[in-house]
Every structure is written in C-alpha cells, then in structure tokens.
C-alpha cells in the first residue's frame, strides 16, 4: 500500500491488512473511537495516516 495522497482513504479490509487485524477487530477499534473512520454516504473508509498514528501509540509513541 503506498502512502500517496490519492490513496489515503482506504476501504475496510485494505485498512485490517495494513494493520494486519481481522476486519472485526478493526470494527471494534473503530467502535470505541481508537481508530478513526470517514463516511462517505454509505461506505465507510480509513486514513493511512489515523492507521498509522494508531501504530505508533500503540508502540508507546506519540
């Protein structure tokens, strides 16, 4: 997955993989507010850069 601007919203399974998370999980982050998410209508996608903030509290950083 690359990190380009026209690629910073991903879909749900594209956003566990990177994570490397079942989409359950994922659900259940996004749920409790750990791991933002955006709507758009009906689809609900992920910014790179929330997953990767995500990361790096979760490794004791930021």
Do not use: H, Q
Request: aromatic share 8%.
């Amino acid at each position: 997955m690359t990190n380009s601007p026209y690629n910073r919203l991903v879909k749900c399974g594209e956003a566990a993989a990177y994570l490397g998370i079942c989409e359950r999980k994922l659900w259940e982050l996004s749920k409790d507010g750990r791991i933002p998410s955006v709507r758009i209508d009906r689809s609900v996608r992920f910014d790179i850069a929330d997953l990767d903030a995500f990361i790096e509290k979760a490794k004791g950083g930021v």
